[in-house]
């Protein structure tokens, strides 16, 4: 799927981080436990090639809990620390340890030096991978505005966790020119882009296909079909026509089908899914 999205906003943030970052000591890049490829932005390898680095495979409630241990033993073994975390329902405490765990060789320096030094942290995202959310759970109110679409974060805000700890928020941002089709139709399918440009239809016809790949048996399950027809478009009217979703003359109502096919997979009503597997070896 062709995605091009990069409003003015993200080049203003890009801009307002590169200017903050002399004041960083460990970057936390939050990506999708669904997508923990696509879902990274790989214009940060460059912009923080020389920070600590931590990731966190948010929404991890969402994912395949068996796929998401081997995608943080797999970061792992790249040598970047590594937790899975769910904003909704993760423990706040343990995700706050293990931010200081990520940062004691930074605290080990300062006090090296005789210096009890506030290690900031950026926390860091493409849009809608759930850092405001995050934040506001680790601080344990709502101070950052968050929500379950793009863009709303804006500007950078700054909370702070202990008095050693500091935590900075940053828009979402994407990347200029995304290429590969597959990833862009994750990273729309999750809400990392603006709904308003995409076409719906196009959107869930990529989503039938990735899951009578990944998954097919939760499509049997949940729209009790038998057999899984080759074609999307195909499989998309035998959905319609299992949940009664007929206009006259028996047509089937691929508009309502593709807001209720698309609407159940965001909340998580398909069951927990993985759209990436992480390669062996």
């Given at each position: 799927?062709?995605?091009?999205?990069?409003?003015?906003?993200?080049?203003?943030?890009?801009?307002?981080?590169?200017?903050?970052?002399?004041?960083?000591?460990?970057?936390?890049?939050?990506?999708?436990?669904?997508?923990?490829?696509?879902?990274?932005?790989?214009?940060?390898?460059?912009?923080f090639a020389n920070k600590a680095?931590?990731?966190?495979?948010?929404?991890?409630?969402?994912?395949?809990?068996?796929?998401?241990?081997?995608?943080?033993?797999?970061?792992?073994?790249?040598?970047?620390?590594?937790?899975?975390?769910?904003?909704?329902?993760?423990?706040?405490?343990?995700?706050?340890?293990?931010?200081?765990?990520?940062?004691?060789?930074?605290?080990?320096?300062?006090?090296?030096?005789?210096?009890?030094?506030?290690?900031?942290?950026?926390?860091?995202?493409?849009?809608?991978?759930?850092?405001?959310?995050?934040?506001?759970?680790?601080?344990?109110?709502?101070?950052?505005?968050?929500?379950?679409?793009?863009?709303?974060?804006?500007?950078?805000?700054?909370?702070?966790?202990?008095?050693?700890?500091?935590?900075?928020?940053?828009?979402?941002?994407?990347?200029?020119?995304?290429?590969?089709?597959?990833?862009?139709?994750?990273?729309?399918?999750?809400?990392?882009?603006?709904?308003?440009?995409?076409?719906?239809?196009?959107?869930?016809?990529?989503?039938?296909?990735?899951?009578?790949?990944?998954?097919?048996?939760?499509?049997?399950?949940?729209?009790?079909?038998?057999?899984?027809a080759e074609d999307p478009y195909?499989?998309?009217?035998?959905?319609?026509?299992?949940?009664?979703?007929?206009?006259?003359?028996?047509?089937?109502?691929?508009?309502?089908?593709?807001?209720?096919?698309?609407?159940?997979?965001?909340?998580?009503?398909?069951?927990?899914?993985?759209?990436?597997?992480?390669?062996?070896?």
């Amino acid at each position: 799927m062709n995605i091009q999205w990069y409003p003015g906003h993200m080049t203003k943030a890009k801009r307002a981080m590169a200017d903050k970052l002399k004041l960083i000591d460990l970057v936390i890049e939050v990506v999708d436990a669904r997508a923990p490829l696509s879902t990274r932005n790989p214009d940060f390898e460059k912009m923080f090639a020389n920070k600590a680095r931590m990731l966190v495979l948010n929404k991890a409630d969402m994912a395949n809990p068996a796929v998401t241990r081997r995608w943080v033993q797999y970061f792992e073994k790249q040598g970047i620390y590594t937790v899975s975390y769910s904003a909704v329902k993760g423990n706040a405490k343990g995700l706050q340890r293990a931010i200081e765990e990520a940062a004691a060789g930074i605290y080990d320096k300062f006090k090296a030096k005789g210096v009890n030094k506030t290690v900031r942290a950026l926390v860091c995202g493409i849009p809608n991978v759930g850092k405001s959310a995050i934040l506001n759970r680790l601080v344990g109110e709502k101070k950052l505005k968050e929500g379950n679409k793009p863009g709303v974060t804006r500007g950078i805000s700054w909370v702070r966790l202990t008095p050693y700890l500091e935590c900075m928020d940053s828009p979402g941002l994407l990347w200029p020119k995304i290429e590969d089709e597959h990833a862009g139709a994750i990273i729309a399918l999750i809400g990392s882009v603006r709904q308003e440009i995409l076409d719906e239809e196009e959107l869930v016809y990529h989503l039938i296909k990735i899951l009578a790949e990944i998954a097919p048996d939760l499509l049997k399950e949940r729209y009790k079909i038998e057999e899984l027809a080759e074609d999307p478009y195909e499989l998309l009217q035998d959905i319609c026509r299992k949940r009664g979703f007929l206009m006259r003359g028996g047509v089937a109502d691929t508009e309502r089908g593709c807001k209720t096919l698309l609407e159940e997979f965001r909340n998580g009503k398909l069951g927990s899914i993985s759209f990436e597997v992480p390669k062996e070896g």
